[in-house]
């Protein structure tokens, strides 16, 4: 069966992989395409893309964008982005502005209660590179804080934690929004991080999201049990919406998470692009017949 993982990072955010190496890693995994979803920020496309003609693999242009809803964090994958759209540019450069700001405020809280750790920390891994909550518990973790990233992040970087500072976010209508405008396609990710204390309210929230015009949203995902996979499929059906998913692979990042398969038992079939694939012809075609009345009506 041909499989595709639609939820990958690299080193443009908080992955460990280049771009290059990435596409190259998904060439060795035998995926048939992967998309490229850095946190708000499309800096790793162009390269991948380019590795990705050279190697035979598609390449899908996508960001992970952050959202609020319910006083809850929710991430939402764009796939089909146009990269070279300048509204979509310009957010995600005001995003990643915004992201470095809420950073240096954490690293700073986190100082102020006695950890060793400060902006030149930061400052350190280099100019130019989408930086998350993640880099932060690294840094955590090399300095004997926590073991590993889920500690850390659950410890100290977590909603009532010392060094949480709450991110500044796009509204869930000028994510969807956006990201149509940009000729793209989105979806609501790991919709069971949303509230993990109450899973109705997930499974809720993802429908409204829906309903709000979000493409679809992940069924498969690489922490998802069977009773998710079955929640999540049963939304979709409810919704007659597509389905996405993906590994959300981070390299280094994430230690035994693997490209194409997660945890082990991950599967995304190829025909979730193809249903993508005909969605987005199927609104080329209807663009094309608006465009020709609208000529036919001038003359």
Same mark, same amino acid.
């Given at each position: 069966?041909?499989?595709?993982?639609?939820?990958?990072h690299t080193t443009a955010s908080d992955g460990?992989?280049?771009?290059?190496?990435?596409?190259?890693?998904?060439?060795?995994?035998?995926?048939?395409?992967?998309?490229?979803?850095?946190?708000?920020?499309?800096?790793?496309?162009?390269?991948?893309?380019?590795?990705?003609?050279?190697?035979?693999?598609?390449?899908?242009?996508?960001?992970?964008?952050?959202?609020?809803?319910?006083?809850?964090?929710?991430?939402?994958?764009?796939?089909?982005?146009?990269?070279?759209?300048?509204?979509?540019?310009?957010?995600?450069?005001?995003?990643?502005?915004?992201?470095?700001?809420r950073n240096y405020k954490m690293v700073d809280?986190?100082?102020?209660?006695?950890?060793?750790?400060?902006?030149?920390?930061?400052? =350190?891994?280099?100019? @130019?590179?989408? /930086? %998350?909550? !993640?880099?932060?518990?690294?840094?955590?973790?090399?300095?004997?804080?926590?073991?590993?990233?889920?500690?850390?992040?659950?410890?100290?970087?977590?909603?009532?934690?010392?060094?949480?500072?709450?991110?500044?976010?796009?509204?869930?209508?000028?994510?969807?929004?956006?990201?149509?405008?940009?000729?793209?396609?989105?979806?609501?990710?790991?919709?069971?991080?949303?509230?993990?204390?109450?899973?109705?309210?997930?499974?809720?929230?993802?429908?409204?999201?829906?309903?709000?015009?979000?493409?679809?949203?992940?069924?498969?995902?690489?922490?998802?049990?069977?009773?998710?996979?079955?929640a999540t499929e049963q939304i979709a059906q409810?919704?007659?919406?597509?389905?996405?998913?993906?590994?959300?692979?981070?390299? =280094?990042?994430?230690? @035994?998470?693997? /490209? %194409?398969? !997660?945890?082990?038992?991950?599967?995304?079939?190829?025909?979730?692009?193809?249903?993508?694939?005909?969605?987005?012809?199927?609104?080329?075609?209807?663009?094309?017949?608006?465009?020709?009345?609208?000529?036919?009506?001038?003359?």
């Open positions: 069966m041909k499989i595709v993982d639609l939820h990958a460990s992989y280049t771009p290059t190496e990435l596409v190259g890693y998904a060439k060795k995994k035998g995926l048939s395409a992967i998309a490229i979803t850095d946190h708000d920020t499309i800096a790793g496309v162009e390269e991948a893309s380019i590795e990705g003609r050279k190697l035979g693999i598609r390449v899908i242009p996508g960001a992970e964008l952050s959202t609020r809803m319910d006083d809850c964090d929710v991430h939402m994958t764009s796939l089909f982005i146009n990269c070279k759209n300048e509204q979509l540019i310009k957010r995600l450069d005001d995003m990643a502005a915004s992201r470095q700001e809280k986190l100082h102020e209660a006695g950890f060793q750790i400060d902006r030149s920390d930061l400052d =350190a891994l280099g100019e @130019g590179k989408i /930086l %998350a909550r !993640g880099h932060i518990a690294q840094i955590l973790i090399a300095r004997g804080y926590a073991t590993e990233l889920k500690e850390a992040l659950r410890k100290y970087l977590s909603k009532g934690t010392p060094g949480y500072v709450q991110k500044e976010v796009l509204s869930p209508e000028e994510c969807i929004q956006l990201v149509h405008d940009a000729g793209g396609l989105i979806f609501v990710a790991h919709l069971h991080q949303i509230d993990p204390q109450d899973p109705e309210h997930c499974k809720n929230v993802a429908r409204r999201l829906i309903r709000m015009g979000a493409d679809g949203l992940e069924t498969q995902y690489c922490e998802f049990d069977d009773e998710w996979r079955q409810e919704c007659g919406c597509l389905r996405s998913g993906g590994s959300d692979f981070h390299g =280094a990042m994430k230690k @035994g998470l693997d /490209l %194409a398969c !997660g945890y082990g038992d991950l599967q995304v079939p190829y025909t979730f692009l193809e249903a993508m694939d005909a969605e987005l012809a199927r609104r080329q075609n209807e663009r094309q017949v608006i465009k020709t009345c609208k000529n036919q009506t001038k003359c």
